[in-house]
């Protein structure tokens, strides 16, 4: 069974302070890690894969298949990075795309 | 306008009532999914299609129901026995490709609320 934790639901940051985002799973073969991200009164949508080892509005994330995480990371936060966080799975082969429970991120001023 | 249309927005049935949510896409598509979103949840998988005349169960199935005779449409019917049907619901599409696996699109989602 393919599984995603994200173990907190609300995280509060200042603005300019680091962020990180954290992100488990499971599956006993070999998946794909996304992140999609949900703005206000905005569709959810894709806003980095761990294939493609790039950065998208200063955000990274790094597979770590021994502590099986891919965490997500900006170093300065921004007003307009608050939104709703997912992690998602899906293994190769397969079509089943799995969500974890979301992070709500909220940067202060 | 290319995209994944969720119709209607916003939806009340009665209780003991099926209700019908539409999702169609235009992105020529294969695969194509239903979500339900609760606060403190996420989102959980009801079904997904990686083709037409073909569906899987996802981890929330029971109570709901699906079909893809076109590979536009995928509607989903929350039926009666659905035990906690008011729920905000997200259809998703995305293609089906070897390698690397595509983004998903997704739909605005439907607010389904049960009197």
């Known amino acids: 069974a393919q599984r995603v934790t994200q173990p907190e639901k609300l995280l509060s940051v200042f603005k300019g302070a680091p962020v990180e985002l954290k992100c488990n799973y499971s599956?006993?073969?070999?998946?794909?890690l996304f992140w999609y991200v949900q703005y206000s009164r905005q569709r959810l949508q894709l806003l980095l894969r761990?294939?493609s080892r790039e950065s998208i509005k200063g955000f990274t994330a790094d597979l770590n298949k021994g502590e099986t995480s891919f965490h997500l990371k900006k170093p300065f936060a921004q007003e307009e990075d608050s939104a709703m966080y997912y992690c998602?799975?899906?293994?190769?082969?397969?079509?089943?795309?799995?969500f974890g429970t979301g992070t709500r991120l909220t940067i202060i001023p | 306008d290319g995209g994944i249309t969720q119709s209607p927005k916003y939806l009340f049935r009665k209780e003991g009532q099926n209700v019908t949510l539409s999702c169609e896409q235009n992105?020529?598509?294969?695969?194509m999914y239903w979500y339900r979103q609760d606060p403190g949840q996420g989102l959980r998988l009801i079904y997904y299609s990686q083709i037409v005349n073909d569906f899987q169960k996802g981890d929330i199935a029971e109570g709901y129901s699906v079909s893809r005779e076109k590979k536009e449409s995928f509607p989903l019917t929350v039926t009666s026995a659905q035990k906690n049907p008011t729920a905000f619901y997200l259809c998703?599409?995305?293609?089906?490709?070897?390698?690397?696996?595509?983004?998903?699109?997704f739909g605005q989602g439907t607010r389904l609320t049960v009197v």
């Open positions: 599956y006993s073969g070999s998946p794909e």
């Open positions: 761990h294939i």
């Open positions: 998602a799975l899906a293994p190769f082969g397969n079509e089943k795309l799995t």
């Open positions: 998703a599409s995305k293609p089906v490709r070897q390698g690397q696996i595509p983004e998903a699109f």
């Open positions: 992105l020529n598509h294969d695969a």
